[in-house]
C-alpha cells in the first residue's frame, strides 16, 4: 500500500471533504462528497471561488485567511450550498502548510442533513453587555467594521402578536447585516446597535421601514453609522463604544450616538497616550495619608496615593488604566517612587502600603518585577503592604493566590482593599491568602447612625479575628467614629481625622497620644 493511500485514508477518516484553496481565494483542488448525496466535490467545487461555495461563506474565508504558517484553524461553523435555497451545516479546519504556500488546505465535516435556507432562525438580539462581550471577539478578526445605530419610532406603540412580527422582522433584517449574524443589541425598545462590515452599503433603515410595510405598519427608522478606524487601539475601540452605548441607555437617551462613539474614541486615544507618557516619564506625584492604631493613635504606616498635577485624584485615570491594559505598568511606577522614598536619608523606617489592580495580577510580571526592585533589601519588604484593589476583578483568583502568597514569603504583606464595596470582597477573603483587610469607608462612616454598618462591621471583625487577619478602617472623618471602631475592636484606622494625604509622610500628627514618643512608628503586624 503506497504512502499517498494510506494518508488519503487517514484524511477521510476525520473529514467529508478536502479542500485546497489558492491565494485569490479560488478552489484549486477538492475531493469527497458534495452537500448532497452522491455528489463529488472536485466536479462541483474546483475552479470556483470558496466564498460562493457557502451560505455568507465571505466570514468564512476571511477568518480561514488568518492562518499561520504551520498553524491549524479551530473548527469553524459553516453552512455548505446543497442546491436551490437549500443549506447543510458542515465544520471546516483549515491547516497553511508551508510547502504549499500561499494555498491552504482545507477539511470539512457534515453535521447533519440538508434543509431550507429559509429555516435559518436569526440569532436574538443581545443585551448591552453581551453585545460589548461580542464586540471584542469582533475586532480581534475583523477590523474592517461600522458600529451603526438603529432607531425605529413607533415601535413603542405596537403590541402584541403585531408587536412580535415586527420585532422578530427587525431581528432578522438586523442579525443578515451584522458581522458573524449575531452581533446586533436591542438597547432600548426603539434603538438598536449593530457592527457590521464597513463597507455594507446596505440601507438598513429603509429595509426595516419596508419590513413594516409589508405588515400594514407605519413606521419611522433612522440610522446613524460611524466606521471603526482600522489601527487603533482595539482596548481604546471597545471604551468608546461602552461610552457610547452607556449613553444610548441614559433616560435622555443620545441625539447622534456616532458622533459620541467617534469623539470617545477620539478622546480616549489621546488620553492613553498622554497617560503613557505620564508613566513613562514619571510625572505624577505619590503623597502619604498616615494609617494610625486606633488603641494609641499613633502612626502605624502611610498609604501611598498618586495624584495627577491639578486634577487631584487618580479615580478616573485609574478606570481608564484597567481598560485601557495600561495599569501594570502605572502600579510598579508608583511602587517604584514609594521604595526610593523609602530609601532617603532620614526615612527610618517607613513603611508603607501599595496598592495594586486585580488587572496587574493576571499574570507573574507585577510580582517578578516588585521582587526584582526589591530584591538587594529584604528589609525593604518587611515594610511593604500590597492592598490589592476591586476596582477590575480578579480573572483568576487562584493564579492571583499564588502570585500573592510569591510576595508574602519574601516578608511583603498583603491587605485585602476596600473590603465591603464590592461582590467578589468576600470571595477574595475566602480564597486569597492576605495579612489584613481594609474596611470600605462606605460602611465606615454611617457606623455611629446606621445599626447596619455597626452590625456589619462587628461581624467582619469577629470575621477577621477569628481568620488572624489585622483589620483597617478608611474614612474616619470624626473622634466619635474612631471611638466607636476602637470599641468594635478595628485595629487600625485612616481618615482626615488623623491627616490628609501629604506630599511627605508626617509621622507626627497633631492627635498624637502623649504616651509615645513623637514620630514612632509601629512596625506592621
Not at 438580539?125 to 475583523?142: H, I, N, Q, W, Y
Not at 441625539?255 to 474614541?265: E, G, M, R, V
Not at 498616615?290 to 485624584?313: C, D, K, T, Y
Request: hydrophobic residues 45%; negative net charge.
Amino acid at each position: 500500500m503506497s504512502l499517498t493511500v494510506r494518508l488519503l485514508g487517514l484524511a477521510f477518516a476525520s473529514a467529508d471533504a478536502l479542500i485546497e484553496i489558492d491565494a485569490q481565494g479560488v478552489v484549486a483542488f477538492a475531493m469527497g462528497a458534495g452537500a448532497v448525496g452522491g455528489q463529488d466535490a472536485g466536479a462541483l467545487w474546483t475552479g470556483k471561488p470558496f466564498a460562493d461555495i457557502f451560505h455568507e461563506g465571505a466570514s468564512a474565508l476571511a477568518t480561514i485567511r488568518k492562518t499561520g504558517s504551520g498553524v491549524r484553524t479551530e473548527a469553524i461553523a459553516v453552512l455548505v450550498k446543497a442546491g436551490p435555497d437549500r443549506v447543510r451545516r458542515a465544520s471546516i479546519r483549515a491547516f497553511a502548510l508551508p510547502q504549499l504556500a500561499p494555498a491552504l488546505s482545507c477539511a470539512l465535516s457534515y453535521e447533519g442533513p440538508a434543509f431550507q435556507a429559509a429555516d435559518l432562525e436569526a440569532a436574538p438580539l443581545v443585551d448591552a453587555d453581551t453585545f460589548m462581550a461580542d464586540a471584542a471577539r469582533v475586532l480581534e478578526t475583523d477590523p474592517a467594521i461600522s458600529l451603526a445605530f438603529v432607531d425605529v419610532r413607533g415601535l413603542g406603540d405596537l403590541s402584541g402578536d403585531v408587536s412580535a412580527r415586527m420585532n422578530r422582522r427587525i431581528e432578522a433584517t438586523l442579525q443578515s447585516t451584522s458581522v458573524s449574524g449575531s452581533a446586533a443589541a436591542q438597547l432600548t425598545q426603539e434603538r438598536f446597535a449593530i457592527l457590521r462590515a464597513a463597507d455594507d452599503g446596505r440601507d438598513i433603515a429603509a429595509e426595516i421601514i419596508e419590513a413594516a410595510r409589508a405588515e400594514g405598519l407605519t413606521l419611522a427608522a433612522q440610522s446613524f453609522e460611524s466606521p471603526v478606524p482600522q489601527g487603533s487601539d482595539k482596548l481604546c475601540i471597545l471604551r468608546a463604544m461602552r461610552f457610547a452605548i452607556e449613553g444610548c441607555l441614559k433616560d435622555d437617551g443620545l441625539a447622534n450616538p456616532q458622533i459620541a462613539f467617534s469623539d470617545s474614541l477620539n478622546r480616549t486615544l489621546r488620553d492613553a497616550e498622554t497617560f503613557r507618557n505620564v508613566v513613562k516619564t514619571r510625572e505624577f506625584q505619590v503623597h502619604y495619608q498616615p494609617i494610625v492604631q486606633l488603641s494609641s493613635r499613633a502612626v502605624h504606616h502611610f498609604e501611598a496615593l498618586a495624584r495627577f498635577g491639578s486634577n487631584g485624584g487618580p479615580a478616573g485615570a485609574i478606570r481608564m488604566a484597567e481598560e485601557l491594559d495600561l495599569i501594570e505598568s502605572f502600579d510598579l511606577a508608583v511602587a517604584e517612587k514609594v521604595l526610593k522614598r523609602m530609601r532617603q536619608p532620614g526615612a527610618g523606617l517607613l513603611k508603607m502600603a501599595i496598592n495594586v489592580s486585580g488587572s496587574s495580577l493576571g499574570d507573574d510580571a507585577y510580582v517578578e518585577n516588585l521582587l526584582r526592585m526589591t530584591a538587594g533589601a529584604p528589609e525593604e519588604r518587611r515594610r511593604l503592604i500590597v492592598e490589592v484593589t476591586e476596582t477590575s476583578a480578579l480573572a483568576d483568583i487562584d493564579a492571583a493566590d499564588r502570585r500573592l502568597a510569591g510576595l508574602r514569603e519574601t516578608g511583603i504583606k498583603v491587605c485585602i482593599d476596600d473590603f465591603g464595596a464590592g461582590a467578589a470582597s468576600f470571595d477574595y477573603l475566602r480564597k486569597l491568602s492576605v495579612d489584613a483587610v481594609k474596611i470600605d469607608g462606605a460602611i465606615v462612616k454611617d457606623v455611629e447612625t446606621d445599626e447596619r454598618a455597626t452590625a456589619m462591621l462587628r461581624s467582619v471583625v469577629e470575621l477577621c479575628r477569628s481568620m488572624k487577619l489585622e483589620t483597617i478602617a478608611e474614612m474616619i472623618e470624626t473622634d466619635g467614629v474612631a471611638n466607636t471602631l476602637k470599641g468594635l475592636g478595628v485595629d487600625y484606622g485612616q481618615g482626615w481625622l488623623f491627616g490628609k494625604a501629604e506630599a511627605e509622610p508626617r509621622t507626627q500628627l497633631a492627635t498624637f497620644s502623649p504616651l509615645r514618643r513623637r514620630g514612632t512608628v509601629e512596625a506592621w503586624g
